[in-house]
């Protein structure tokens, strides 16, 4: 440090630059997600003008009538997030209890850390790929066993490459707010004669309980807004899905799959406008998700 | 509580031990099927030419990935250049500004944007950058992947710095060194490793994205290094070549994942060699 004796040590333009700078940075944040919203509003307006609340609520969706609805979108989505996140969240817990109670050190845990830590890195369009060469194939042979029409993509196929990618981010704050549950409550009911299991089910899971629903509301946007890896493996079938295994679209995956097609302004900003639901109902389910970590104080 | 029930008790705990264990285990099941399909599909697929060649037309043998690398190198140094300043700057900010008003508004931001869809990113940069500039380019998709990394360096940067110790600060303070250059040159290389990591993650994550590209990189068949024209990206090209019907693109698809998985591996493993190396135990 060269700090010199004649320089004022707390004043001059330097500082003032910086705490401009870094109070500039943080503004532009808010700014950006501002701009965000607006534009997205902006630009779906010929298509809220046209449809109004009946957006939601139409069935078709056909680009050369102009008619558009987001009904068979909103229900795809639902359908494949929360199928997945019912698949995702036993194993999700099992996960948090094996790292957060039963192997909190050593080898086995940081073997399971680590695993889970891979697959929340793998990029989606290689568990897109992956499903539409392996599991695609599989579920189509169950189909011919089951006698359904062996479509072998759709809505249970993109429910189960979408709970993979997703268990990771359940598990990762199940353990940490598991790990966190102190031990002279967990000593308090081994005293009391409990054995593990029953520790875990009557002490550990419900201090920690709102930790992981935390977790599981995280990994619930997470579902929401995946796209690559369901546009992959969904079927893109426009209308309302039969059956769970019959193709489907999702909210992201029919922008994916249509936007570079859309020239009619209409049609474009039909999409847009989907976009623009997309992006509220995962901005209040993430909202809900921090909410209840900070009431945990887990932080982060 | 009866005492014959003690067995019955203590199978179920077993029970349920191992049930735990299996199902931690069959949930990592996938990644070594990731894993191994990937390798086995795309290591034979791998040579020098591969690195070094274009694509070539439906039909011919061999091609390569040259331009979807270079692709790739654009887009994430296009996002990179004006988040990483950014984001630190504002992670900055939080980390010293911890209550207030646009320290609550700007947290409640980068929590909304590190939720938002990359689909939707990808519908932002194509409305601010594709439209104005009337084509498909580089620095289209390089905006909408710039937005999705700011949240991820904005939180890493607050995080670390809160853990650097205030002494630290207030011994830099009290040898009369100016505030900005307290946190410039003792905060912030205090904090170094936790800031690199969160920048590597987050380029690891956007060198995988491929939503927000599809209507903005757009992809090229060509070599291209200028950011004004569409470019091809490795996500992309795995995405184009695995949904189409000929096999010598599913080829070509298969070795592009093994190098896209291998550059997201090996990123991993230097976020912990940076954690290892730099890391300041206080």
């Given at each position: 440090m060269t700090?010199?004796?004649?320089?004022?040590?707390?004043?001059?333009?330097?500082?003032?630059?910086?705490?401009?700078?870094?109070?500039?940075?943080?503004?532009?944040?808010?700014?950006?997600?501002?701009?965000?919203?607006?534009?997205?509003?902006?630009?779906?307006?010929?298509?809220?003008?046209?449809?109004?609340?009946?957006?939601?609520?139409?069935?078709?969706?056909?680009?050369?009538?102009?008619t558009f609805g987001a009904i068979p979108f909103l229900i795809g989505t639902l359908l494949t997030s929360f199928l997945a996140l019912a698949i995702c969240v036993p194993f999700a817990l099992a996960i948090s209890i094996f790292v957060g109670e039963y192997f909190r050190t050593g080898m086995l845990s940081s073997l399971v850390k680590n695993v889970t830590e891979l697959l929340a890195g793998i990029p989606s369009v290689i568990y897109g790929f992956w499903a539409l060469f392996v599991l695609v194939p599989i579920i189509r042979s169950i189909q011919m066993k089951?006698?359904?029409?062996?479509?072998?993509?759709?809505?249970?196929?993109?429910?189960?490459?979408?709970?993979?990618?997703?268990?990771?981010?359940?598990?990762?704050?199940?353990?940490?707010?598991?790990?966190?549950?102190?031990?002279?409550?967990?000593?308090?009911?081994?005293?009391?004669?409990?054995?593990?299991?029953?520790?875990?089910?009557k002490v550990i899971l419900p201090y920690s309980r709102s930790g992981i629903l935390a977790g599981i509301l995280l990994a619930l946007g997470r579902a929401l807004g995946e796209t690559m890896a369901v546009t992959m493996v969904i079927g893109n079938s426009n209308l309302l899905p039969s059956s769970l295994f019959g193709p489907g679209n999702t909210m992201a995956s029919i922008i994916a799959n249509e936007f570079t097609e859309a020239t009619a302004t209409l049609y474009l900003s039909a999409l847009i406008e989907i976009g623009v639901v997309l992006f509220l109902v995962t901005t209040v389910i993430n909202i809900i998700g921090a909410y209840v970590v900070k009431k945990t104080s887990l932080g982060g | 509580m009866r005492p014959y029930r003690l067995r019955l008790r203590a199978t179920k705990d077993n029970g349920f031990k191992g049930l735990v264990f299996v199902m931690s285990f069959l949930s990592m099941a996938p990644l070594a099927l990731i894993l191994f399909y990937i390798a086995k599909q795309g290591l034979s697929s791998l040579s020098w030419g591969f690195f070094l060649e274009i694509p070539k037309p439906v039909g011919a043998q061999g091609g390569g990935i040259a331009n979807a690398l270079v692709g790739t190198f654009l887009l994430v140094v296009i996002a990179a250049l004006p988040s990483i300043p950014l984001g630190i700057g504002a992670g900055i900010f939080l980390s010293e500004h911890r209550e207030g008003a646009i320290s609550y508004w700007a947290r409640l931001a980068v929590e909304v944007l590190q939720g938002t869809p990359s689909i939707v990113l990808g519908l932002i940069a194509y409305m601010w950058v594709v439209v104005p500039m009337a084509g498909f380019s580089a620095l289209s998709?390089?905006?909408?992947?710039?937005?999705?990394?700011?949240?991820?360096?904005?939180?890493?940067?607050?995080?670390?710095?809160?853990?650097?110790?205030?002494?630290?600060?207030?011994?830099?303070?009290?040898?009369?060194?100016?505030?900005?250059?307290?946190?410039?040159?003792?905060?912030?290389?205090?904090?170094?490793?936790?800031?690199?990591?969160?920048?590597?993650?987050?380029?690891?994550?956007?060198?995988?994205?491929?939503?927000?590209?599809?209507?903005?990189a757009f992809g090229n068949a060509f070599m291209n290094w200028d950011v004004a024209k569409p470019v091809n990206a490795l996500p992309l090209l795995i995405y184009n070549y695995a949904t189409s019907p000929y096999p010598e693109w599913h080829r070509i698809a298969w070795g592009a994942a093994c190098v896209l998985v291998g550059f997201v591996l090996l990123l991993n493993l230097l976020v912990r060699m940076v954690i290892r190396r730099w890391k300041v135990q206080f």
């Open positions: 700090t010199r004796p004649y320089e004022r040590p707390s004043s001059g333009w330097q500082e003032s630059a910086f705490q401009k700078g870094i109070l500039l940075a943080a503004l532009a944040i808010v700014v950006l997600l501002g701009a965000v919203f607006l534009s997205l509003l902006f630009h779906s307006k010929p298509s809220i003008w046209a449809f109004g609340a009946s957006f939601v609520f139409e069935k078709t969706w056909d680009p050369v009538s102009g089951l006698g359904i029409f062996p479509y072998g993509v759709g809505i249970l196929t993109a429910s189960i490459i979408l709970a993979v990618m997703i268990i990771p981010y359940a598990a990762s704050m199940g353990g940490e707010v598991i790990s966190l549950v102190p031990s002279d409550i967990k000593e308090a009911a081994y005293s009391l004669g409990a054995t593990r299991q029953e520790m875990i089910t | 998709g390089g905006i909408g992947l710039g937005i999705m990394m700011l949240p991820m360096i904005i939180k890493a940067t607050e995080e670390t710095l809160n853990l650097v110790p205030y002494a630290l600060k207030e011994a830099s303070l009290a040898l009369g060194v100016p505030y900005y250059r307290t946190i410039l040159r003792v905060v912030l290389p205090a904090g170094m490793s936790g800031i690199m990591t969160g920048i590597l993650i987050s380029v690891a994550r956007v060198a995988g994205e491929t939503a927000p590209l599809l209507f903005t």
